[in-house]
């Protein structure tokens, strides 16, 4: 089992830059698959960015990328977004969530079985 807890975010102006920050408890966090999604108000959940065991290969939704870069430092059990040149329409609840298993699943929602409380981030324009 493992407990994430999110951090890093805020309110922003557009074009600014964020880093969020989640630290994970419990189990080995070097065995786990890692995403970030958000949720926006009225709003379904939707993917953000994944990373695989190793940082050996990333993704990225087609509304962030260029801009936001995610890292892992299984050293610190902690998985990092950096988010550059933040739009108004990035205002969400982000969550930080770990799976294990397949990387053909990374953007479903549903095959995460951890997920933190989320950090709220706001930009305003």
């Known amino acids: 089992q493992v407990a994430l807890v999110e951090s890093g975010g805020g309110l922003v102006q557009a074009g600014d830059s964020l880093r969020l920050s989640c630290v994970a408890s419990?189990?080995?966090?070097?065995?786990?698959?890692m995403g970030w999604f958000r949720q926006a108000p009225g709003k379904e959940r939707e993917f953000v960015a994944a990373i695989a065991r190793n940082s050996a290969v990333t993704d990225y939704a087609d509304s962030v990328k260029g801009r936001l870069t995610i890292s892992r430092d299984d050293g610190k059990n902690t998985v990092y977004v950096q988010m550059n040149s933040l739009k108004p329409e990035d205002t969400a609840v982000y969550y930080c969530?770990?799976?294990?298993?397949?990387?053909?699943?990374?953007?479903?929602?549903?095959?995460?079985?951890?997920w933190g409380q989320g950090t709220q981030v706001t930009v305003s324009s």
């Open positions: 969530a770990a799976k294990r298993g397949a990387w053909g699943t990374r953007r479903s929602s549903t095959q995460y079985a951890y």
């Open positions: 419990g189990d080995t966090f070097s065995m786990y698959l």
